[in-house]
């Protein structure tokens, strides 16, 4: 049972970390119906960094391959494109560092009495379909990887922090900024998942450190079991948004944010 409980973690946890709908708000609510125990903050955080794993290789070719380049102009031309993504990920990741470090620091109990909550997550979970939709209704943008400024970068960083928030939804939150400010979706769902890797990867990281003692107590194999099944669920995921997004926008997930905030709230 304890092996089939972090399988369901990690399908939870892997399913829903890309796709708009909050990961963290799932892991809670689902194995309340379910009849399984709340992960919690640490346990969540761990089996995070299975989705940064596969973050990481879905997007390998992006961050480490350097290919061949029939002349010195192209190959720079790679080189400025790679330094322009890296330097923006360094910035968007500024605002939820000063965040996140700040709540940990000095009030590090503030998520988990109310923001934890059904009805909170209920709540959450309406207004960011309604900031979803408002999102997918905006105009189409021209704005991408190649020609986006810094300024840019920063703002889906500073809406990102948000997503320290169950029920926010990461994804949900940075692409519909991005949207807003005239990304195209393509890119803003790519660049999303880009920044999405140091933002993840630090959060497990401290959640770690700062809950060593309640870490110790999880059995190692059924753990390495879900971090498994987190990875393989995120691979699935995040090619399943790419592909479905680009051409079907955010309407499937806006109704299903709508109906998960109802049955929560029928259930209270």
């Known amino acids: 049972m304890e092996y089939l409980k972090f399988i369901v ?5 892997g399913l829903t970390e890309f796709i708009p709908v909050s990961s963290t708000a799932h892991l809670k ?5 379910l009849g399984i125990d ?4 640490t346990l969540s955080a761990i089996i995070q960094l299975g ?3 596969a973050l990481i290789w879905y997007f390998r070719n992006d961050i480490f391959k350097l290919r061949s380049y029939s002349s010195k102009k192209t190959f720079q031309n790679f080189l400025n494109k790679r330094k322009r993504i890296f330097g923006s990920i360094l910035i968007g990741t500024i605002p939820i560092i000063l965040l996140g470090g700040t709540i940990k620091l000095f009030i590090p109990h503030f998520f988990d009495n109310f923001f934890r909550s059904n009805i909170s997550i209920a709540l959450v979970s309406f207004l960011m379909a309604f900031f979803m939709f408002i999102a997918d209704s905006a105009k189409k943008g021209s704005i991408n990887l190649n020609n986006h400024k810094y300024s840019d970068s920063f703002l889906i960083g500073f809406s990102q922090a948000f997503a320290i928030i169950p029920g926010v939804s990461r994804s949900g939150v940075t ?12 890119d803003a769902a790519k660049f999303s998942f880009l920044l999405g890797i140091p933002a993840i990867f630090l959060s497990a990281t401290v959640e770690l450190f700062t809950s060593f003692n309640e870490f110790s107590t999880f059995r190692f194999l059924p753990l390495i079991v879900g971090l498994t099944t987190t990875f393989l669920s995120s691979l699935l995921a995040i090619d399943f948004l790419l592909k479905y997004y680009s051409s079907n926008g955010f309407k499937l997930f806006i109704i299903y944010r709508v109906f998960f905030g109802v049955v929560i709230l029928l259930n209270l």
């Open 29 to 33: 609510i689902i194995s309340l119906f």
């Open 175 to 186: 692409i519909s900024s991005a949207l807003l400010s005239g990304w195209q979706r393509s």
């Open 51 to 53: 989705s940064v794993f």
């Open 9 to 13: 973690y990690g399908l939870i946890q």
């Open 38 to 41: 709340d992960p919690g903050r």
